[in-house]
Nanobody, 115 residues
């Protein structure tokens, strides 16, 4: 059973920064890719950032240039550095891991950006 636990969320003013962490219960190099998604109030879930086992990254259009995803295989953790935060970044952020045909999700963590 794969467990993903997010941390690092909270309340921040517009223009500020937060760093989210996603700690996995096992080795993350087993996953084809890991990523972050978010779901804002009355919005559909959207992809924020993903990183493959080979280190390739991709970002959603709304966060490109502001957010950076990274991974530390030794710590079995994926990070999301969020800079220049905007009120529209307010959402529940969820960690995701894909392995073959299986997808795993964390419970999510709230990020609130005040104007």
């Amino acid at each position: 059973q794969v467990q993903l636990v997010e941390s690092g969320g909270g309340l921040v003013q517009a223009g500020g920064s937060l760093r989210l962490s996603c700690a996995a219960s096992g080795r993350i190099d087993r996953f084809d890719a890991m990523g972050w998604y978010r779901q804002g109030p009355e919005k559909q879930r959207e992809m924020v950032a993903r990183i493959t086992s080979g280190g390739s990254t991709m970002y959603g259009n709304s966060v490109r240039g502001r957010f950076t995803i990274s991974r530390d295989n030794a710590k079995n953790t994926v990070f999301l550095q969020m800079n220049s935060l905007k009120p529209e970044d307010t959402a529940v952020y969820l960690c995701n891991a894909d392995e073959d045909e299986e997808g795993y999700w964390g419970q999510g963590i709230q990020v609130t950006v005040s104007s």
